[in-house]
């Protein structure tokens, strides 16, 4: 059997945790994606180890490993990564390599929205929503168990809406009130979840996606991609047609992969790696008044890594 | 000789004045006592003393306060309504006196500048030396003193900047207001970030005062900002000799919206604007700045392949 030598890519983000095995030539060999259900140290472990078992008939060496996501810092240090990349650069270069001819992306998470721009084959700019949560993933659940559904049926119950509610859309608490309020007006069931769909899209295109001009090819990504409701209104809303890739949430992790292919691995990586104890810990710094929160990494009880320090005297290693 | 202690906050227009500031005092004799770099516990006591209006920056300058109560026989609070004809400074600054005065039980030792009223900066210094016990001779000496020494600093400050633009690595403007630039809260962390990552910071205080109005014409007709001006004609200075340009506000800064506004519309090269209030987790900050520097690095490889082509 011939070794291949292949790249792990880990995308950890606040709602989902997502990782991909790819090849020299970028092809995905194995992935996965689980809930990181606030644990991330977790949710990593059960990802690799699942991925473990997709890849154990063949003879693969892994070569490089990158993190992404908002928890990319800590599983870094964790998986001994030699890449960690913010999660812009990492999801403009994966879908790049599916799309060598894209020129925005849209991207709705749990937590945060992006919107990323390309030109040439290169991101020339980008907006995250700043202050405000509206209109995410998460702002969609909440609707869902108020309305008393599954947030994965949104999508199909939009599409039946002939006449959609209009739900102020600037603020999710507004939103919200506004949405109880057409309820009780007696609104159909149908139309409030299209009005909330057009809401998050209006309010995406109101918040970061303001000022941006946007150009075909347009890709949308990230969980809220996978409702079609909220794909239909934005290719309303914009007059263009918008792709969905059904790999489209692997694109993170793809991307860092793909970094990692150019950066060569620090040490080896074996899957044992996951039989280690990690655990994480906060304390607060009484060096000065500040009270800086360090967090401390620990691999079987031994400090390898802290960061969250303003100044040298919180340094802990 | 009375020995008078001058308390000094160091927040808001301490990181524009400072050098005036201290020789002037110094001259005269004066102890001066500056209060120390923003922690959080200035911060804390700043939200406690301040309006829930009052944007991050003021927060931050009423903590200094609080700091250097009893600490001193003064603390320099100014009062600028108007530096430059037909043009005014942010509410706050003209504000300034008579919060401070109505929020702390404590000695204020002030200068009224309002050109448009007819009163100097000079006129103002000489007056608040009166108070203080000093003749108008002792007072325009240290002045004059002051004023020119301060001058000669900026000039060799913009020289020094001068050559930093001849750098190889990525340079990257700071713009925005001295406080914010500065501040050990709002500014720092992103200067430190920025220089781990290897780049040269050009910072947008440091400008030439030559054709300042004309330069800002070519970005806004109708800014009456002074403040905001100098931001503007530092961006218009470098815009064609760094790689790119972080905006740095504090939530919610009045001009820099409007102003703002006009510089994100007018700028060819890549630019962010990054809005700091006071919340504590600087995780977005870190990816918005990391990615930016990533576009930077792509456009000059890129544009270092084409030339080579």
């Known amino acids: 059997m011939i070794t291949i030598n292949a790249y792990l890519g880990v995308d950890i983000g606040s709602i989902s945790t997502k990782a991909v095995i790819i090849d020299e030539e970028n092809n995905i060999i194995a992935s996965d994606y689980i809930w990181t259900k606030a644990n991330p140290i977790h949710a990593v472990k059960t990802l690799i180890e699942n991925l473990e078992k997709q890849i154990q008939n063949k003879d693969i060496k892994i070569k490089g490993i990158g993190t992404t996501g908002s928890a990319r810092k800590l599983i870094g240090v964790m998986l001994n990564a030699n890449v960690v990349k913010n999660e812009i650069t990492a999801h403009a270069i994966g879908t790049l390599s599916l799309h060598p001819d894209v020129r925005t992306i849209f991207e709705i998470g749990g937590q945060d929205s992006k919107i990323i721009l390309i030109e040439d084959g290169i991101v020339v700019d980008y907006a995250m929503n700043t202050l405000c949560a509206a209109g995410t993933g998460a702002f969609l659940s909440s609707q869902a168990q108020r309305l008393g559904m599954n947030v994965e049926d949104f999508g199909p119950i939009a599409l039946t809406s002939k006449n959609p509610t209009k739900i102020a859309a600037r603020c999710t608490v507004f939103a919200e009130s506004d949405l109880v309020h057409k309820a009780q007006m007696g609104y159909k069931k149908e139309d409030i979840i299209a009005g909330l769909c057009q809401s998050v899209v209006n309010n995406y295109l109101n918040n970061v996606g303001k000022g941006k001009k946007i150009i075909s090819p347009i890709i949308f990504q990230g969980g809220v991609s996978k ?42 990586f074996t899957f044992k ?45 | 000789m009375k020995n008078i202690k001058i308390g000094i906050p160091k927040a808001l227009l301490y990181f524009k004045y400072k050098e005036l500031w201290h020789l002037f005092f110094q001259k005269l004799g004066c102890q001066i006592i500056i209060s120390s770099d923003t922690n959080k516990e200035i911060l804390e006591n700043g939200i406690k003393f301040s309006p829930d209006e009052a944007c991050m920056a003021l927060k931050i300058y009423m903590g200094h306060i609080h700091f250097l109560q009893n600490k001193c026989d003064y603390i320099l609070v100014p009062r600028l309504a108007c530096l430059k004809k037909d043009e005014i400074l942010c509410t706050n600054f003209s504000a300034l006196y008579d919060l401070i005065k109505n929020t702390f039980p404590t ?36 002045y004059y003193y002051a004023k020119s020494r301060a001058d000669l600093n900026k000039i060799k400050m913009l020289d020094e900047q001068k050559k930093l633009l001849q750098q190889k690595n990525l340079k990257i403007l700071l713009a925005g207001h001295p406080y914010n630039l500065y501040d050990q809260f709002i500014g720092e962390p992103i200067q430190k970030l920025l220089k781990e990552n290897n780049i040269t910071l050009i910072f947008s205080d440091i400008y030439e005062e030559n054709d300042l109005n004309e330069q800002v014409k070519t970005i806004t007709k109708t800014n009456y900002w002074t403040y905001n001006k100098e931001i503007i004609a530092a961006i218009v200075q470098y815009e064609k000799h760094i790689d790119g340009i972080i905006l740095l506000t504090s939530f919610p800064c009045g001009p820099d919206s409007l102003s703002n506004e006009m510089i994100l519309r007018k700028i060819k090269i890549p630019i962010i604007n990054l809005i700091l209030d006071e919340a504590d987790s600087n995780t977005g900050l870190i990816t918005r700045i990391e990615s930016f520097i990533d576009i930077l690095e792509e456009r000059r490889k890129r544009n270092e392949e084409r030339t080579n082509d």
């Open chain 1, 227 to 268: 409702n079609i409701g909220v794909k239909k209104a934005f290719e309303q809303e914009v007059g263009e047609n918008v792709i969905v890739d059904e790999n489209g949430h692997l694109m993170g992790a793809l991307g860092v992969a793909i970094l990692s292919k150019s950066t060569p691995l620090k040490s080896e």
């Open chain 1, 273 to 317: 790696i996951m039989e280690a104890d990690f655990d994480t810990k906060g304390i607060e710094c009484k060096g000065c008044s500040n009270h800086c929160e360090i967090i401390c990494v620990r691999k079987n009880q031994k400090l390898i890594d802290s960061w969250g320090n303003r100044c040298n005297k919180g340094a802990l290693k």
């Open chain 2, 107 to 142: 000695n204020i030792i002030h200068y009224n500048v309002d050109v448009k009223h007819n009163k100097t900066e000079e006129m103002a210094f000489i007056k608040m030396g009166k108070t203080l016990g000093f003749s108008k001779k002792e007072s325009q000496l240290a």
